[in-house]
């Protein structure tokens, strides 16, 4: 049992948490590891990497294809996983749960196979400045394919979303909404559940990127009305190569395959081939069966803490770590939005970020630097990147103290 699963109910304790994760009890350059690079990618209890060990020891076999035993369980266990997450985030059906590599796929396929065929010449998308390319390549990609054109809701110099110019580029040719719940560069948590209220008095449908919102807060998407929400394995706890499309039931019902192959088929012929059910549909191959299990076992790591133990928790550390960030001299912190989850970027003096980072690495503290696949962001503040340090709920005071001792070395070493 995890000490998650022991603790249950109560508020998070950290402490005790800490240790279920065994990447953060090393020393890295001499010093105890201070991980503040989980909006990259989190770190894993032992739980998962145990889950994922115990599938390939025992159970591993394909799924939904054999009549043998470790067949049956391997298809057990990453369609319970399907139900897991349909009742993690809410979803009205597990159907509504189709299992990706991560996000990019995710937003991919809804590029390709919900906007693809709806759009021409003339019509619209609308993003934002805030997205991570992720959420800006895909509906390139498909403006390209199509003829139709980009729109961007700009951002403020606080990192906001400019919610008055959006009401002016709804108008009747956009098609489509692709907005990010929480910014990966800036933190910038965006009231999604108002943009989608918006966007659907104009039947104009949404997409959120969940990637850096489901490691955070309770996801309800029933709740925000959203149509398509994505999400990534890795950054909610679980293995790289795992991710999540929701999308409504009766969208994918009508959406054409993305990917052909084996089990999104019912019968290939030469005549005529007939396409699986939901949500089988669009999952063409053989699936990350183990990455899905950790994915599942994730679920259970988190539920057993509580997201909303979790969001208070690290809604407080995140503002110690601000505070605490504001008092170091030639600090300029890059997103100051009013609602944030996790994430501060910030620049000191004109120390360059890979330098920084560099020298934070040596005492043992990982942040990330650079321009975090947002680059219209960075263009928007005229940088080109930032220091970034990101928060889970297994960091605490001392990490963030440790980042400003970090810190501190390093305007000595730049003098
Ligand atoms: C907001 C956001 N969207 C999308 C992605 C892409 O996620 P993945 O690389 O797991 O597909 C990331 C990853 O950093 C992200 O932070």
């Avoid at 350059?29 to 990618?41: E, I, N």
């Avoid at 990497?49 to 369980?73: C, F, K, M, P, W």
């Avoid at 996983?81 to 299992?99: T, V």
């Avoid at 947002?374 to 889970?392: C, D, E, K, Y």
Wanted: charged share 20%; with cysteine.
């Amino acid at each position: 049992m995890t000490n998650a699963q022991k603790n249950r109910s109560h508020e998070p304790s950290v402490e005790i948490y800490r240790q279920d994760f065994p990447a953060l009890q090393q020393t890295v350059s001499g010093h105890p590891l201070v991980y503040l690079d989980s909006a990259s990618s989190a770190q894993q209890p032992a739980s998962v990497i145990e889950a994922v060990a115990e599938y390939q020891r025992n159970d591993h076999s394909n799924v939904h294809r054999g009549v043998h035993t470790l067949s049956h369980r391997a298809t057990e266990a990453y369609e319970g996983a399907r139900d897991k997450i349909q009742g993690f985030i809410n979803a009205a059906s597990r159907n509504e749960i189709i299992h990706t590599s991560g996000t990019t796929e995710s937003i991919n396929l809804v590029a390709q196979s919900y906007c693809r065929p709806l759009l021409s010449a003339g019509d619209k998308i609308l993003t934002t400045e805030l997205e991570h390319h992720s959420n800006i390549v895909p509906w390139q990609l498909v403006c390209e394919q199509t003829g139709a054109e980009l729109l961007v809701l700009p951002i403020d110099d606080r990192g906001q979303l400019n919610l008055d110019e959006f009401d002016d580029l709804l108008t009747d040719d956009v098609r489509f909404a692709a907005i990010g719940h929480v910014s990966n560069a800036l933190g910038t948590i965006n009231p999604v559940k108002k943009i989608v209220e918006k966007a659907h008095a104009l039947d104009i449908p949404v997409l959120v990127d969940g990637a850096q919102g489901v490691p955070h807060m309770q996801i309800d998407v029933q709740d925000l009305g959203c149509d398509f929400y994505a999400f990534s394995g890795h950054k909610m706890f679980g293995p790289t190569g795992t991710g999540v499309l929701y999308g409504r039931e009766e969208l994918f019902d009508a959406m054409p395959p993305w990917q052909g192959g084996g089990d999104m088929i019912l019968e290939v012929s030469f005549d005529k081939t007939i396409y699986n059910e939901l949500p089988y549909k669009f999952e063409a191959g053989t699936p990350n069966i183990s990455g899905v299990v950790g994915l599942a076992a994730a679920i259970d790591y988190l539920q057993a803490i509580g997201m909303r133990n979790i969001a208070a928790y690290e809604q407080d550390l995140h503002d110690y770590m601000v505070a605490e960030l504001k008092q170091v001299a030639g600090m300029r912190l890059i997103g100051e939005a009013r609602h944030k989850a996790s994430v501060q970027s910030f620049l000191l003096d004109d120390i360059h970020s890979h330098d920084l980072g560099t020298i934070l690495d040596h005492q043992g503290v990982a942040i990330r630097t650079g321009h975090h696949c947002a680059m219209p962001v960075m263009q928007h503040f005229g940088i080109s990147g930032t220091s970034r340090a990101s928060l889970a709920f297994y960091n605490n005071r001392d990490d963030v103290d440790r980042l400003i001792a970090a810190l501190g070395k390093a305007k000595e070493i730049f003098g």
